[in-house]
Nanobody
Framework: QVQLDESGGGSVQAGGSLRLSCTAT????????MGWFRQAPGREREFVAR????????AYGLSVTDRFTIARDNAKYTNYLQMNNLKLEDTAVYYC?????????????WGQGTQITVSS
């Protein structure tokens, strides 16, 4: 089992920045990728970003490309989501996820979520 601990959520004005962190503990030796999803009230869960653990290859959702950056600290089993130029529509609960597989769409472990609120 892998446990994911998220931090860094909060409130910010539009145009501002926040950084989320997510640390994996437990059976981390098989970690293949980590990522972020978000869900706003009344909307479906949306892919935000992911990073392949070995290659550091990244991918982003269309709505956050060029504004968000995901990176990882291998030694700490931690990934960071730097969010710049935040918009009102970025308001959501953000969930960290991880997987032992690099296969797209496979995510076995999830964090509890952290709220991001962007105001005007």
């Amino acid at each position: 089992q892998v446990q994911l601990d998220e931090s860094g959520g909060g409130s910010v004005q539009a145009g501002g920045s926040l950084r989320l962190s997510c640390t994996a503990t437990g059976r981390t030796s098989s970690l293949s990728k980590m990522g972020w999803f978000r869900q706003a009230p009344g909307r479906e869960r949306e892919f935000v970003a992911r990073i392949l653990w070995s290659s550091r290859i990244t991918a982003y959702g269309l709505s956050v490309t060029d504004r968000f950056t995901i990176a990882r600290d291998n030694a700490k089993y931690t990934n960071y989501l730097q969010m710049n130029n935040l918009k009102l529509e970025d308001t959501a609960v953000y969930y960290c996820a991880s997987s032992d597989s690099i296969t797209a769409g496979e995510w076995e472990y999830w964090g509890q979520g952290t709220q991001i609120t962007v105001s005007s």
